[in-house]
């Protein structure tokens, strides 16, 4: 094909293709190659050094050496049956009875893409927390929403603006889409009150509830309030083991309410037929009689990463400088002296040596404000985190001066 032609193929795209014409990425990754020892506070993956290496490498031998080749047809839909039980029985923990309808996705993404494909039509509302997952955002755009980005406040998100945008518009959501526990990116955690009255006001009007749970298991402090969907079986619920295991595995897991479960099976076969069934045996072995221990293991771990940062912040930031001190989870949420953007930021602290994520980037474009910026503590040791923050601080105190000059 000629470059012209190729060219013009661009005009014949779909209209959600638009959604995917600018990465979230591009406005950050020129700047990370400012420094040659740059410190990157952005990244959301565990530490590599909690990746059972050991654990998966034994697993994927003893697969293979007694693998059928029939089991190397298309096939199990819903999941291979032993992961799914281990799934059910460990969410008893959780607070939830998941009873048969636990489908294996690739990873939670490909469960809000299921849910995004099954509920929303152009233009239906989607209620979002503000801010919210940025991969998240990627997904639910392709279905063309229009989105309810509603504050948050210390017990999560704020059910009474919700209830007010409806009597005010006289339009009704199909979907909220929430992060309840350590959310990503503020690391807030939504109150059991609060859980209840979301739960009861999507019930008045028959809106749908996606809670999206990647780091409900990594509590520093207690264990969080019970999972929305063990208040409630209507409530469609992710998890996955990216952020307990290894996030490049992909293997995540639903819950949904009955009435749509057999949708959600025929979403995941017409996108890619079944999950792979090697790793999902993979994944059971691996994490059968393991992952208990090695979740206890990774708390006290990350608790001293998060201890680390908050210890550095409180000795690094210049005054105006929020926090929030997250329960769980991988991340913290930073809130700039007033006046200054992160977008604006973000250059002269990779020239400091520290990159980060602008807040920018975890709201609908239409409903973005920039004061604030996530850092991620998983991925870099205490040694790191501390020299990361101190060199945070000095493009904060520039970035104030070049303002007051
Ligand atoms: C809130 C949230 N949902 C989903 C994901 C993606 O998880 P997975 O790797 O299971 O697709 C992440 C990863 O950062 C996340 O923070």
């Not at 959600?264 to 221990?293: C, H, Q």
């Amino acid at each position: 094909m000629s470059v012209d032609a190729s060219t013009r193929l661009i005009d014949r795209l779909a209209r959600r293709s638009a959604s995917y014409a600018d990465s979230p990425w591009a406005a950050i990754d020129p700047h990370l190659s400012a420094h040659p020892d740059l410190i990157y506070f952005g990244s959301g993956a565990p530490a590599a050094e909690l990746y059972p290496m050991a654990r998966f490498a034994w697993a994927a031998g003893e697969v293979w050496e007694r693998l059928d080749p029939r089991e190397l047809d298309y096939g199990e839909l819903a999941g291979y049956p032993p992961l799914r039980e281990l799934i059910v029985k460990r969410m008893v923990g959780l607070g939830i009875d998941a009873g048969d309808e636990v489908m294996i996705t690739s990873g939670s993404q490909q469960g809000i893409d299921f849910v995004a494909k099954l509920f929303l039509d152009p233009g239906d509302v989607v209620v979002v927390e503000a801010p919210t997952y940025i991969g998240a955002l990627q997904a639910l755009d392709g279905y063309e929403p229009d989105y309810w980005s509603v504050p948050m406040d210390d017990e999560g998100i704020d059910v009474r603006e919700i209830r007010r945008r409806i009597a005010t518009t006289g339009r009704v959501p199909k979907l909220a889409y929430v992060i309840p526990t350590y959310q990503n990116p503020t690391g807030r955690t939504m109150s059991l009150d609060r859980r209840t009255a979301l739960i009861d006001l999507c019930a008045e009007h028959g809106i749908a509830i996606l809670e999206d749970d990647p780091y409900g298991e990594m509590w520093y402090r207690e264990p969080p309030p019970v999972a929305m969907r063990g208040l409630s079986a209507d409530v469609i619920y992710l998890g996955t083991f990216s952020k307990t295991m290894a996030p490049g595995v992909r293997v995540g897991w639903m819950v949904a309410p009955a009435a749509i479960y057999d949708r959600l099976l025929l979403a995941k076969e017409a996108t890619d037929i079944n999950a792979a069934r090697p790793m999902m045996r993979e994944m059971y072995l691996s994490a059968d009689g393991f992952i208990d221990g090695h979740v206890a293991e990774a708390r006290p771990f990350y608790r001293r990463r998060r201890d680390a940062l908050l210890r550095a912040l409180r000795e690094h930031m210049p005054p105006g400088t929020t926090w929030i001190e997250p329960d769980g989870g991988f991340f913290v949420w930073v809130t700039l002296p007033v006046g200054l953007t992160a977008m604006d930021l973000l250059p002269i602290a990779a020239r400091h040596g520290a990159g980060f994520l602008p807040g920018c980037l975890f709201y609908p474009p239409a409903d973005a404000v920039d004061d604030s910026l996530r850092l991620s503590f998983s991925s870099l040791t205490e040694e790191r985190i501390e020299i990361g923050i101190e060199r945070l601080g000095r493009a904060i105190a520039e970035a104030l001066g070049e303002r007051v000059s």
